[in-house]
């Protein structure tokens, strides 16, 4: 642990960045519309869910405030002393708040907005450039097919590798492995997500609680005439 930062610096960092990656963006904006975001597309909490459900607009604005989310919790955890390798504490933190909000009964979306915004301030100058390029690859390919995260995902995490190498980057090796793990670990969760969820719920608008349906009163047996 680096000079004079604590175990409380850490908590503090981490509780934090939990907090402001649960924020459940994308649920409250498609609520404001009359949609439930849950039982929608793909189910998920997202930009990209909400681009096809709600809008262009709203995804837009579901975007940049889930990236801003992730942008913040680092800034906070940099002004409780945290730096380096020691930020991927918050970074962390940030996405799993993002999986799994309290506020929504403990679902979410995959958390690439919010990764993209931990990057861009763990990494100004190494990381713009592979996310620029992410972004714009999704952003292309979101005409052609349902899914494009993680096409445009694999082009970003190939760039940080390639940049990784390069002296005004400030990457140290363990950083580089933590968010190639962090991506990873999106994937995963992405993957496993759509295996578990996808079409298991009834899509439903502003309806939370999907009953179950009534059974059946068995009929007593009727008297002879």
């Given at each position: 642990m680096t000079d004079g930062l604590t175990l409380a610096d850490l908590v503090l960092a981490a509780g934090v960045a939990f907090f402001l990656g649960s924020v459940p963006t994308a649920w409250l904006v498609a609520r404001s519309r009359g949609v439930n975001i849950f039982n929608v597309g793909t189910r998920q909490a997202g930009a990209a869910n909400v681009y096809r459900e709600v809008g262009r607009t709203a995804a837009i604005f579901v975007g940049v405030v889930d990236a801003a989310k992730g942008g913040v919790a680092i800034l906070i955890a940099i002004w409780a002393g945290l730096e380096g390798s020691w930020l991927l504490l918050p970074a962390v933190a940030a996405i799993l708040g993002h999986w799994n909000s309290p506020m929504t009964r403990f679902r979410g979306g995959d958390g690439v907005a919010t990764a993209v915004g931990v990057l861009l301030i763990m990494s100004p100058t190494?990381?713009?450039?592979?996310?620029?390029?992410?972004a714009s690859v999704t952003l292309v390919l979101s005409n052609f097919m349902?899914?494009?995260?993680?096409?445009?995902?694999f082009v970003g995490l190939t760039t940080i590798v390639l940049f990784s190498s390069l002296e005004f980057t400030g990457l140290s090796a363990i950083t580089v492995i933590g968010v190639l793990a962090i991506a990873a670990s999106i994937y995963?969760?992405?993957?496993?997500?759509?295996?578990?969820k996808v079409g298991a719920f009834t899509t439903v608008l502003m309806d939370d609680d999907l009953t179950d349906a009534?059974?059946?009163?068995?009929q007593k047996p009727q008297a002879p005439a």
């Open positions: 190494g990381l713009f450039v592979p996310v620029l390029l992410g349902e899914h494009p995260s993680p096409w445009g995902g995963l969760h992405s993957y496993m997500y759509h295996r578990r009534p059974i059946p009163r068995t």
